[in-house]
């Protein structure tokens, strides 16, 4: 410590206690060495540094006495010797200081009072703070309700390298206007439009492929994945090779991956069908099984007639009578038909054989045989597909009232989700087995689009045929209609 021998009074100022370094560095232990022999290393916590010490001398009316003090010798000490201030109480000194790099502020301040001819020390402990650089934030969460996923896909099974397998995808999200978008891949082949919901996989490569389906919200992806199987084969070679139902592909029976189509009447029973094929006892059109019930009006085993008649067909469907024509049941052995009269013109004569009805003979009359009817066609199974589309129309009503049957097919879908496999028609499944096997790449949708009134298939045969009763047989100038619809 300095002292001066002059009569003014002085102030010595520390930046510690009793001059002390730990003050300056916080740390609150007390220096007891002596002033002179102190060197204060001014390095903070963090190894921040301080080059200079400001102090104020303010109180008891005089003008603040202000200065500064460069500890920036490692041999410095922070104090100050200051004279001629006038004797008195309630002088306050003030020092701060600040980091070099300004991240850290230090201050303290002391009351002291001044003794004439003497010299008061003052010691100043100064607390160092770091500038408080941290922000806030809000922070407020949200609740997103991921969607769900369903798929389907047939056949799981494919020839490799052109075999081609129809895919489907159903996203369901409970969140409102929410806008779902699709994205298939696979660990090997091809999709036709792999952002669509519906679309085709093209086995091009061997070997089990996993078709990976992704519906995303924007927000929260939600993934399914189904195993199918591409088998090398040499699908068209005329020879049923391991995995194959069939060889060679042919249109409406055995499609391009030498898989069978499953249609009513090829004499297999496939989902949904209960019987197959149709013989009208036991299996009706549609290859749904008939119950043998007396009173159904079809004649079945175990009946001799149907349905029960007074003084004819007992109440267990056996006849009374000897059969005859006109007594509504059909003697399997000498008719045809019996419709309970003997006239004709009704598609059953006066000797009960089958003749056209009046339909039949509007139809020979104003539709051309070339485009359309089922007898024509090539092979069986095709009639069958034929008549079933017919049938099925003409049981739902589904073209009653309409100008075009196609919402037999697409039913309360729009034409662009129809065209998009959304349909939904009642017909649906007997529309698309006979448009036949689809090209390679081509949904079965579009095959439909393009072969509906196309008489080289069987779909477009049963249209052209629905079309030509509803415009030639039933015009709407007719108040009863003359063909079925």
Known sequence: MIRTAARNATLLAAATLLVGTAAI??????DREDVGSIRLALNLPGGKVINTVSFTITGNGITPITGSINVSDPSAT????????????????????????????????????????????????????????????????TFNQCPTVSFTASPLIASSPAGVINVSATGMDLDPMTTLTYAWTATGGSFAAASSATTTYLCSAPGQQTLTITVSDGACPTAGTLVVTCVPLA???GTLDTGEECDPPAS????????????????????????DPPNGVLCDSMCRGIPIICGNMIVQPGEQCDPPQ????????????????????VNQASEQCD???????????????????????CEAQFCDPTLVGCAALATATEQAQCQAVLDCVRMSDCAVGVPDPQRCYCGTASDIACLGGSANGSCRVQIEAAAGTPDPGTAVSEAVATRFVDPTYPLGRAINLINCDRDSCNPPAVPTAICPL
């Open 252 to 275: 409406g029976t055995c499609d391009a991956n030498c898989q069978r189509i499953p249609v009513c009447g090829d004499s297999n029973v496939d989902a949904p069908e209960m019987c």
């Open 25 to 30: 560095n916080c740390s609150g232990k007390k």
């Open 235 to 237: 699908c068209g070679n």
């Open 310 to 329: 007074a003084g004819v067909c007992s109440s267990t469907c056996q006849m009374l009578a000897p059969p005859r024509c006109g007594d509504g049941m």
């Open 78 to 141: 922070a104090t100050v010797l200051v004279s001629s201030i006038p004797a008195g109480t309630g002088y306050t000194v003030a020092m701060n200081a600040v980091s070099t790099d300004g991240t850290t502020t230090c201050a303290g301040s002391q009351m002291f009072d001044i003794l004439a001819n003497q010299t008061t020390a003052v010691t100043v402990g100064l607390q160092c703070r770091a500038n408080n650089n941290n922000g806030m934030a809000t922070i407020m969460g």
């Open 339 to 361: 419709d309970g009269n003997t006239t004709s013109g009704d598609g059953c004569s006066a000797t009960c054989q089958r003749e056209a009805t009046a339909c039949e003979m």
